[in-house]
């Protein structure tokens, strides 16, 4: 008789913290049930205090990887661009999150990775790195990577210029890039403030955009880059 | 168990000698440490372990009979989903999801009155479980027209659910007893106790090996120590159990002796088996849930059949 073929979790012999740190996280059947429960909240508090409104969600594509763009100007942006994808997609979205600040104490940590499924990006020590780590996740089948590519959230409401990280991320693969646009989110909950206050927000989808021919060269990344805040820029209707 | 943990002179009598424990082997630790300089790191973090683990068990006594079942059945999914992360069970979630639900059923069977009697806890329902369970795991991989690998995971799923959500599940509904205070505080000690007793005898006098394709670490002199130690140790607690005689003191004592080990040795094999050390690092010092619970699953569902035959729950 042949032996049994055991295959542990990769992570058991970690503790429940470290595990939450790891980043690709493996599928954890009480992280996934927690995470469909929280998501359905938030998404009933920004429908009901946020008046949340998405439009052009027919861009978003199916059956491919994908990257979201979007203007960062709050807390509330990585949620409501998560309420903006089918349910069933929140474990395979994952928007990428400073480091630094939100996988470092926690609560932040844990509302990060158990309710947003935040991406680990180190956006000071080795970026590098970060990014390389955003092509595995693209390599997946139906994964989508939500970045912000200002790297922090506007102070005046303001769309600042876009890092060309992103660039060099897709630059000469087929990889769809989704423009998007948050109306709405710098109002009701800025940077400072320690509660949201209940003004509409308008998420605005775009229709993807491709940089299968650019090359991953400085020029080529900022041109990108550029590219992509002008297609953001150009969503602002009001 | 009473509204007031505090009445019952069983719980202020365990509550007394733990805490007293605590803080001997506490001070004992400081006076290793920063009086003799010896290296305690590794007895440092097992006693930070119980200082969380005791006082934890205690609040689930506490807050009642609900509370406790309440509190066993979220170890024992702590301990089945080790498990199932351990050995690979737990990619199939189907399988997981069923044993899982299989868990919470005996929970769930262990607060609920017995429809006929109006008695806590529906005895005759956690017998039939295992029936149940078995029958719903059978059911996945039919359901999915699936025969390759298939009955690995089904044996996994049965060992899981059987072992370590029903046995163990035992514990649980001792809440139930009229006794309730007595038999679960008795083997939340005495089983523990068992443990370190055997490490120790081992480290003082161990030489020849006890199993050594199981579990390298464990002897003949730590096993017949930890023995004889827990069979003295019903004596020693005669008011946990005013209602034993000597028959049950002594069954009692050989349960706790002998199942303590064989529980012990069981968790080794299965990782032994896997090729693993630990079965988690949930509890720091201590490895995984199961880990710590090991002889626990093996002996709380002997002791409580024991302890029902005699007396009745």
Redesign the interface.
């Known amino acids: 008789m042949d032996d049994w073929h055991y295959e542990p979790t990769p992570d058991f012999d970690k503790t429940p913290i470290e595990r939450l740190k790891d980043f690709p996280r493996h599928p954890h059947l009480v992280l996934y049930t927690a995470r469909l429960i929280a998501n359905v909240f938030v998404r009933a508090i920004l429908h009901v205090w946020h008046r949340i409104e998405i439009v052009g969600r027919e861009h978003l594509p199916h059956d491919e990887s994908f990257v979201l763009v979007a203007n960062h100007s709050s807390h509330l942006d990585a949620p409501a661009l998560l309420a903006s994808l089918p349910l069933k997609q929140i474990h395979r979205a994952f928007p990428a999150a400073a480091a630094d600040y939100f996988f470092t104490n926690l609560p932040t940590l844990a509302f990060s990775t158990i309710v947003v499924n935040a991406m680990p990006f180190d956006r000071k020590e080795n970026p590098k790195h970060s990014i390389d780590v955003c092509r595995q996740l693209l390599e997946t089948p139906r994964h989508v990577l939500i970045l912000f590519p200002e790297g922090t959230r506007t102070a005046d409401g303001a769309i600042g210029p876009f890092k060309p990280g992103i660039g060099f991320l897709i630059a000469g693969t087929p990889i769809p890039i989704v423009p998007c646009h948050i109306h709405g989110a710098f109002k009701a909950w800025p940077k400072g403030k320690w509660i949201p206050r209940p003004r509409k927000l308008t998420i605005t989808i775009g229709e993807p955009l491709r940089f299968a021919e650019a090359r991953p060269a400085k020029e080529d990344a900022l041109a990108i880059a550029d590219a992509l805040r002008n297609a953001v820029v150009n969503l602002i209707t009001r | 168990m009473t509204s007031d943990a505090f009445q019952s002179p069983v719980f202020r009598g365990y509550l007394f000698v733990l805490a007293g424990l605590l803080a001997v082997a506490g001070a004992l630790i400081l006076l290793l440490r920063y009086v003799l300089r010896k290296n305690v790191d590794h007895a440092w973090k097992a006693y930070r372990g119980w200082l969380i683990m005791i006082p934890l068990v205690f609040l689930a006594l506490y807050f009642g009979r609900v509370t406790t079942i309440v509190f066993f059945t979220l170890v024992s999914i702590g301990a089945f ?2 498990f199932a ?4 069970l ?2 199939d ?1 189907g399988m ?2 069923v044993v ?1 639900l299989g868990i919470i059923a005996v929970g769930i069977v262990s607060i609920v009155p017995d429809p006929e009697t109006k008695v806590h806890g529906w005895y005759g329902l956690l017998m039939a479980l295992p029936v149940y369970a078995v029958a719903a795991i059978m059911m996945i991989p039919i359901i999915r027209d699936r025969a390759k ?1 298939q009955l ?1 995971l089904i044996a996994l799923a049965v060992v899981g659910f059987l072992y370590i959500g029903w046995m163990f599940g035992h514990l649980a509904y001792l809440a139930n007893a009229s006794n309730a205070y007595g038999y679960l505080l008795y083997l939340l000690f005495a089983v523990p106790l068992n443990d370190v007793c055997a490490f120790t005898f081992g480290r003082i006098f161990g030489k020849r090996k006890f199993r050594p394709n199981i579990s390298p670490n464990k002897t003949w002199a730590g096993a017949i120590g930890a023995f004889a130690v827990s069979m003295v140790f019903p004596w020693l607690v005669r008011f946990s159990f005013p209602e034993f005689g000597t028959p049950e003191l002594i069954l009692a004592g050989l349960i706790v002796g002998i199942g303590g080990q064989l529980g012990d040795l069981t968790i080794s094999i299965i990782k032994r ?10 509890i ?1 010092g201590h490895g995984g849930v199961l880990d710590r619970v090991d002889s626990l699953i093996y002996v709380a569902p002997l002791f409580f059949h024991m302890a029902r035959y005699f007396h009745g729950l």
Not at chain 2, 85 to 88: E, N, V
């Open positions: 989903t080790e992360r351990a050995t690979g737990y990619r979630w997981t999801i899982l690998g690995q088996d896997i090729g693993i050390k630990d079965m988690g690092a949930v720091e």
